[in-house]
């Protein structure tokens, strides 16, 4: 089976002027493979989808209890925030509760993506600082792990520091792959990043919803993430994100976290598409790492996730017509406009879910 297939596809007039590729898996929470597209044994890395998984062991361990954490600073530290000033503080607001330096994250810098941040910060003649990077949370969160272990705070992020250790073993479980098959990387903010076959991400995801057969404290660390990420899923990303705006209208039914190079992971609650569905974990790649795009407006947007994204929910029925007029602005199916403004063409997705039986 060929790892990729067409799954996203723009039309200028009558004729397909660009076509993407990809693969998805959809996986339940007792394993079974439900559907996809492509090889749901493509081996592809995470990227910042992996960051619930970062965070489970601190968690489990008893992180919010510790330094008395919110939930929805939990969100933040599972977070790809745009930067704002809004989640800059609560950023600031967690290492002073655990009692650590921004001066400390070892993330790196890049310009935030919240448009009136950069604007200000252009007027102003200043730089961004790591905790405008969108993994600042995921980074204190480490930071926070080490220090109520007492380990080691400037060397988090080594591949053999405790902290990395707990979360390869920790997400090896949740995904159902030993710890020794996972491919590793670093990642754009320089942390461990794993790579592992798409059926075993959407595994992870399923039982990050559905916990139901998972140790009690394991499950119980699983259930507070999820509902910290549904109920602030403007801290997850950002207002007008796509997957702050799909968590907000799944109404704490849907899970969403996207990652760089065109992955994105989506996981459906138990009863989210009938009353006796277990858990269900999305995943997908789109193959280019598909194109980030900016408004008029300054908002990023990709072009393919999304869209796809959409479709497969719409597939598996777990979005209602109401759900999907919602979100229309995301596609699945989008007109194509020049810059007067005049519809030349349509984007979609050409995607049909292989079924099990």
Request: proline residues 7%.
């Given at each position: 089976?060929?790892?990729?297939?067409?799954i996203?596809?723009?039309?200028?007039?009558?004729?397909?002027?660009?076509?993407?590729?990809?693969?998805?898996?959809?996986?339940?929470?007792?394993?079974?493979l439900?559907?996809?597209?492509?090889?749901?044994?493509?081996?592809?890395?995470?990227?910042?989808s992996?960051?619930?998984?970062?965070?489970?062991p601190?968690?489990?361990?008893?992180?919010?209890?510790?330094?008395?954490?919110?939930?929805?600073?939990?969100?933040?530290?599972?977070?790809?925030?745009?930067?704002?000033?809004?989640?800059?503080a609560?950023?600031?607001?967690?290492q002073?509760?655990?009692?650590?330096?921004?001066?400390?994250?070892?993330c790196?810098?890049?310009?935030?993506?919240?448009?009136?941040?950069?604007?200000?910060?252009?007027?102003?003649?200043?730089?961004?600082?790591?905790?405008?990077n969108?993994?600042?949370?995921?980074?204190?969160?480490?930071?926070?792990?080490?220090?109520?272990?007492?380990?080691?705070?400037?060397?988090?992020?080594?591949?053999?520091?405790?902290?990395?250790?707990d979360?390869?073993?920790?997400?090896?479980?949740?995904?159902?792959?030993?710890?020794?098959?996972?491919?590793?990387?670093?990642d754009g903010?320089?942390?461990?990043?794993?790579?592992?076959?798409?059926?075993?991400?959407?595994?992870?995801?399923?039982?990050?919803?559905?916990?139901?057969?998972?140790?009690?404290?394991?499950?119980?660390?699983?259930?507070?993430?999820?509902?910290?990420m549904?109920?602030?899923?403007?801290?997850?990303?950002?207002p007008?994100?796509?997957?702050?705006?799909?968590?907000?209208?799944?109404?704490?039914?849907?899970?969403?976290k996207g990652?760089?190079e065109?992955?994105?992971?989506?996981?459906?609650?138990?009863?989210?598409?009938?009353?006796?569905?277990?858990?269900?974990?999305?995943?997908?790649?789109?193959?280019?790492?598909?194109?980030?795009?900016?408004t008029?407006?300054?908002?990023?947007y990709?072009?393919?996730?999304?869209?796809?994204?959409?479709?497969?929910?719409?597939q598996?029925?777990?979005?209602?017509?109401?759900?999907l007029?919602?979100?229309?602005?995301f596609?699945?199916?989008k007109?194509?406009?020049?810059?007067?403004?005049l519809?030349?063409?349509?984007s979609?997705?050409?995607?049909k879910?292989?079924?099990?039986?």
């Amino acid at each position: 089976m060929l790892p990729f297939a067409p799954i996203f596809e723009l039309r200028r007039g009558q004729i397909v002027e660009s076509i993407h590729h990809g693969a998805a898996a959809i996986v339940d929470s007792t394993g079974r493979l439900l559907a996809w597209y492509g090889s749901p044994q493509a081996v592809i890395f995470l990227r910042s989808s992996a960051k619930p998984f970062q965070a489970l062991p601190f968690v489990e361990r008893g992180g919010l209890q510790t330094f008395g954490l919110t939930r929805r600073e939990l969100a933040l530290i599972c977070a790809s925030h745009d930067g704002s000033d809004m989640h800059v503080a609560a950023i600031e607001g967690i290492q002073a509760k655990v009692g650590i330096q921004e001066s400390q994250l070892l993330c790196g810098i890049h310009l935030p993506n919240d448009r009136s941040v950069l604007e200000a910060l252009i007027k102003s003649g200043k730089k961004p600082t790591p905790n405008r990077n969108n993994c600042s949370g995921k980074h204190s969160g480490m930071l926070a792990h080490a220090k109520m272990r007492g380990l080691p705070l400037d060397t988090y992020l080594d591949l053999k520091h405790p902290v990395q250790q707990d979360i390869l073993i920790s997400l090896a479980e949740m995904c159902g792959i030993a710890p020794e098959k996972i491919e590793l990387g670093i990642d754009g903010c320089s942390a461990p990043n794993f790579a592992i076959p798409l059926y075993n991400a959407a595994l992870g995801y399923a039982r990050l919803c559905d916990p139901r057969d998972l140790p009690k404290p394991r499950g119980e660390a699983c259930h507070t993430i999820t509902t910290a990420m549904t109920a602030h899923p403007e801290m997850v990303e950002g207002p007008g994100g796509f997957d702050t705006c799909l968590m907000e209208t799944g109404h704490g039914r849907i899970l969403v976290k996207g990652g760089a190079e065109g992955f994105q992971a989506i996981g459906l609650m138990p009863g989210a598409v009938s009353p006796a569905s277990p858990g269900i974990g999305i995943v997908l790649k789109v193959a280019d790492g598909d194109i980030s795009l900016h408004t008029l407006e300054g908002i990023a947007y990709n072009r393919v996730r999304p869209a796809v994204t959409l479709e497969i929910l719409h597939q598996l029925d777990a979005l209602s017509k109401e759900q999907l007029t919602s979100l229309e602005r995301f596609g699945p199916v989008k007109p194509v406009k020049n810059h007067r403004g005049l519809i030349v063409g349509e984007s979609r997705p050409v995607i049909k879910l292989e079924k099990a039986d």
